[in-house]
């Protein structure tokens, strides 16, 4: 491994300037790998859309590692932290190119990556790695025991270090140009059964003033309600103040984003939302960037209404889009029930890995 060269990933002020070789190189290959690993390049956001948030510090830092062999970029590591009070996990990505895997350069970067959150005083060390839906010799299975994945150089090399598969989560498409009779069917009912003590909000981003406490609240849930398995996550600090700036990053390179949420009428709280992307391309394929009920109202099938409000919305919106792209972890059963009730379907996995130094 002595001929390859570690540098820090460069950030630039502009994807014009004169440093910004770097950045384009990590949205190249972060398409590469996910079209190499599972065919489907559009699940990585480009350079563009990723920079407002490699700028912008107050919620999370975020910082990378080349890796070059004779010039050629064979791989970058991109380390990310929270910054709330206390958090004490480093996430990190691994992308290394079919061309240059199992040449060692995945544990030098991961071991880059290592010794940065080390420095950090960071100790729960989290990424995750790409897998197609099929059955291979050596199948991993999670601590959840839901779900299984096949092995890949990556996994094999995320193994070795020392890390532990906590989590398989799904990845499923919607055919956005198919019948919409099941998601208009699905919504209805799921009116019917939550009753008039729910409320729909939908809005573009970015949120309207008046909703952007609620909309902070729900948003903090994430971090606490969604099924995670063992993976440790920091219980985020949400206000309406992150709010404007998460709504910056998520637009700042064109991108259009649609948000349904649902008040709860007797409190005025804002109890479940899911939130639908797109970059620039209006005929890209869509992604569904977040989706929560908190867990004390759960029960009353507002996960199927915000879902499928938001997707009769997006027809709307955005008619060329074919395709809308969703994880959900294997053991939430109810999610997946509802994905599959109006038409997605599974076309690849991710697993979640995990390691606690100390």
């Not at 790409?130 to 193994?159: C, K, W």
């Not at 349904?260 to 992604?287: C, F, K, M, Q």
Request: hydrophobic share 40%.
């Amino acid at each position: 491994m002595s001929d390859i060269i570690l540098t820090p990933l460069i950030v630039p002020a502009t994807l014009d300037a004169d440093d910004a070789g770097d950045f384009h190189a990590l949205g190249a290959l972060s398409r590469q790998i996910c079209d190499e690993h599972v065919g489907l390049p559009d699940l990585a956001p480009s350079a563009a859309e990723m920079l407002p948030g490699w700028q912008d510090h107050t919620d999370s830092l975020d910082i990378g590692v080349v890796a070059r062999i004779e010039g050629e970029v064979a791989g970058i590591a991109t380390m990310s932290y929270a910054q709330e009070a206390g958090a004490d996990t480093a996430e990190f990505d691994v992308l290394v190119p079919r061309a240059y895997e199992g040449r060692g350069i995945e544990q030098l970067l991961l071991r880059a990556a290592e010794a940065d959150a080390a420095a950090r005083g960071r100790h729960t060390l989290q990424l995750w790695t790409l897998h197609r839906p099929t059955e291979a010799v050596h199948m991993l299975t999670p601590r959840t025991g839901r779900g299984r994945i096949p092995s890949t150089t990556l996994s094999d090399a995320v193994q070795a270090e020392g890390y532990t598969l906590e989590q398989v989560e799904r990845n499923s498409e919607l055919d956005l140009r198919s019948d919409p009779v099941r998601i208009e069917r699905s919504l209805a009912e799921a009116q019917r059964h939550a009753g008039s003590d729910y409320r729909i909000h939908a809005w573009n981003l970015p949120t309207p003033a008046e909703l952007r406490d609620g909309y902070a609240a729900v948003l903090a849930r994430l971090s606490t309600d969604a099924p995670s398995g063992d993976m440790e996550f920091v219980a985020e600090k949400w206000d309406a103040d992150r709010v404007i700036r998460r709504d910056a990053r998520l637009t700042g390179a064109g991108q259009l984003v649609s948000v349904v949420a649902v008040e709860h009428v007797p409190t005025g709280e804002i109890v479940a939302y899911n939130e639908l992307l797109i970059a620039s391309d209006r005929s890209a394929t869509t992604h569904q960037f977040g989706t929560l009920v908190a867990a004390h109202h759960r029960g009353h099938r507002l996960g199927t209404i915000v879902k499928c409000a938001n997707l009769l919305r997006w027809r709307d919106l955005v008619p060329e889009s074919p395709a809308v792209s969703t994880f959900n972890a294997e053991e939430n059963r109810p999610m997946l029930d509802i994905n599959e009730s109006i038409g997605f379907v599974p076309v690849s996995y991710a697993g979640a890995w995990q390691k606690k130094v100390r």
